[in-house]
């Protein structure tokens, strides 16, 4: 099973990634509008919030391969979200 302190650790640490890489693409990019970047900034809050309540959720059959499966989702939320800052 998942360490759920890494797995707090590790979605906190790619989620603080996006954001920090959305202000910088708006820093980079004084003239662009910000409202696309400031909506995935807003998306990465959202699913920062909802993987900590799916970690913290206790009320599953299998927890290891629940917290494997939340696992697997940060990873294609993450790319999902890092795909849409590059095509910034």
């Known amino acids: 099973m998942a360490s759920i302190r890494n797995l707090k650790k590790?979605?906190?640490?790619v989620t603080a990634g996006?954001?920090?890489?959305a202000y910088i693409q708006q820093i980079l990019n004084p003239n662009?509008?910000?409202e696309q970047t400031e909506a995935i900034v807003d998306e990465a809050i959202a699913i920062?919030?909802?993987f900590i309540r799916e970690i913290n959720n206790k009320n599953v059959e299998n927890r290891s391969a629940h917290l494997k499966e939340?696992?697997?989702?940060?990873e294609k939320q993450a790319q999902d979200l890092v795909a849409k800052l590059n095509a910034l």
Not at 10 to 13: G, H, P, T, V, W
Not at 18 to 21: C, T, V
Not at 70 to 74: A, G, K, T, Y
């Open 32 to 34: 662009a509008s910000t």
């Open 18 to 21: 996006i954001i920090e890489a």
């Open 48 to 50: 920062h919030g909802d």
């Open 10 to 13: 590790d979605l906190n640490y």
């Open 70 to 74: 939340v696992n697997q989702s940060i």
